[in-house]
């Protein structure tokens, strides 16, 4: 399929607005719809899982709304079914192989490396023709040899290089799926630039390391301390051993499990708001631009408290965490538009009769979870 240059519509002329993306998911509302999907999950062994993603993306979609127009989620849930079934299979083909032979597993694993980006193209087509705003459908411009390229030559490239081009990946697969996404016939236009990508890698692995040192030095210390306090009562530790006991013992492993939380929520949220105030800010769609203001003390705070109230409440306030995360990144967001939105979205939507469909097998219809 190709996109021609004159399915874009034409800037309009204005002034500049900024336009807010608003979310507005309450936790206590999501919560019921939450609660019921993982119950008929698992009473159903799974099978429901697919009408669950469903019911949460069309109240998801639905609670973000641009210009007062909320979003829209459309996918039929027998097709995500279909998906997950063959996940399901690739899976039980992948542990069958680990019980035959260490070679029949490299062969599935490559298997299924290979197979990756012929997924996510897919999956990707569907996830876009299930999206809508005002009513105009998104599409995904199948390009299969660019998402060889895009996901498992700089795989290969980032293994062969001992990491040292896994910024680059990133910034490859990032742009591979924004640039073929379309809204309704206008072509998403992507460009980020790759210094930032590899920037924010060298920062990250900075704070890996320093959080790393803190947590561990943290651990010996209390370790330490109850080695001290077995021997001032008397108890005989061995050489070797790590010597701690009761409390201090106890102690030392919360430090490991929030010492993980802690290094989880650094990386993934220094790494996530910088690549993707990169991404958004290189982003346009016609005549909109994008905007995302993430800030990285922000979204780690948000990724820590969260994981710390999900782990003390057994997983009941992962409602509440979805909500309050989906909230800020989204209030965020923006779109600077050079005109009326009203007028973009009826040009976008003039241009999508012009713009060919892609033809998708009902056998390939499905939803992979990319």
């Known amino acids: 399929m190709s996109m021609d240059a004159s399915a874009t519509p034409p800037?309009?002329?204005?002034?500049?607005?900024?336009?807010?993306?608003?979310?507005?998911?309450?936790?206590?509302?999501?919560?019921?719809?939450?609660?019921?999907?993982?119950?008929?999950?698992?009473?159903?062994?799974?099978?429901?899982?697919?009408?669950?993603?469903?019911?949460?993306?069309?109240?998801?979609?639905?609670?973000?709304?641009?210009a007062g127009s909320s979003f829209g989620y459309h996918a039929p849930p027998?097709?995500?079914?279909?998906?997950r079934i063959i996940a399901a299979l690739l899976g039980a083909t992948y542990f069958a192989a680990t019980r035959y032979s260490p070679l029949?597993?490299?062969?599935?694993?490559?298997?299924?490396?290979?197979?990756?980006?012929?997924?996510?193209?897919?999956?990707?087509?569907?996830?876009?023709?299930?999206?809508?705003?005002?009513?105009?459908?998104?599409?995904?411009?199948p390009d299969y040899a660019g998402a060889y390229g895009a996901f498992l030559g700089w795989s290969v490239l980032t293994l062969?290089?001992?990491?040292?081009?896994?910024?680059?990946?990133?910034?490859?697969?990032?742009?591979?799926?924004?640039?073929?996404?379309?809204?309704?016939?206008?072509?998403?236009?992507?460009?980020?630039?790759?210094?930032?990508?590899?920037?924010?890698?060298?920062?990250?692995?900075?704070?890996?390391?320093?959080?790393?040192?803190?947590?561990?030095?943290a651990i010996g210390a209390v370790v330490a301390a109850g080695v001290l306090a077995a021997k001032a009562k008397g108890v005989h530790v061995a050489p070797g051993a790590h010597g701690a006991h009761g409390p201090a013992l106890w102690l030392?492993?919360?430090?490991?499990?929030?010492?993980?939380?802690?290094?989880?929520?650094?990386?993934?949220?220094?790494?996530?708001?910088?690549?993707?105030?990169?991404?958004?800010?290189?982003?346009?769609?016609?005549?909109?631009?994008?905007?995302?203001?993430?800030?990285?003390?922000s979204l780690i705070g948000?990724?820590?408290?969260?994981?710390?109230?999900?782990?003390f409440t057994l997983g009941l306030y992962t409602p509440w965490a979805q909500m309050r995360l989906a909230r800020y990144r989204l209030g965020v967001t923006s779109v600077t538009a050079a005109g009326s939105l009203d007028e973009f979205a009826a040009a976008a939507e003039s241009s999508t009769a012009g713009a060919a469909g892609e033809e998708i097998s009902e056998l390939f219809d499905v939803d992979f979870g990319f």
């Open 11 to 66: 800037a309009a002329s204005g002034p500049t607005t900024d336009v807010p993306l608003a979310f507005h998911g309450e936790g206590g509302e999501y919560f019921r719809i939450w609660i019921v999907n993982l119950a008929l999950t698992i009473v159903t062994l799974g099978i429901y899982s697919a009408w669950a993603k469903v019911r949460k993306l069309r109240y998801l979609y639905g609670s973000t709304t641009l």
């Open 78 to 83: 027998l097709k995500i079914l279909k998906g």
């Open 104 to 141: 029949a597993t490299l062969a599935v694993i490559a298997l299924i490396g290979c197979a990756v980006p012929w997924l996510v193209v897919r999956s990707r087509m569907f996830a876009m023709r299930m999206s809508s705003w005002r009513g105009i459908r998104c599409g995904f411009q």
């Open 160 to 217: 062969l290089t001992i990491g040292v081009l896994y910024p680059r990946a990133v910034r490859e697969r990032l742009h591979f799926v924004v640039s073929r996404t379309r809204f309704g016939g206008t072509p998403f236009v992507c460009n980020p630039r790759t210094g930032r990508f590899y920037k924010t890698a060298l920062v990250a692995l900075g704070l890996a390391l320093l959080a790393i040192t803190v947590i561990v030095m």
């Open 252 to 297: 030392a492993q919360g430090l490991g499990v929030l010492g993980y939380l802690v290094l989880f929520s650094v990386l993934h949220g220094y790494t996530q708001s910088r690549n993707l105030n990169e991404l958004f800010g290189s982003t346009t769609l016609g005549p909109l631009r994008f905007n995302s203001r993430l800030r990285a003390h």
């Open 302 to 311: 948000i990724y820590l408290t969260n994981a710390l109230g999900i782990v």
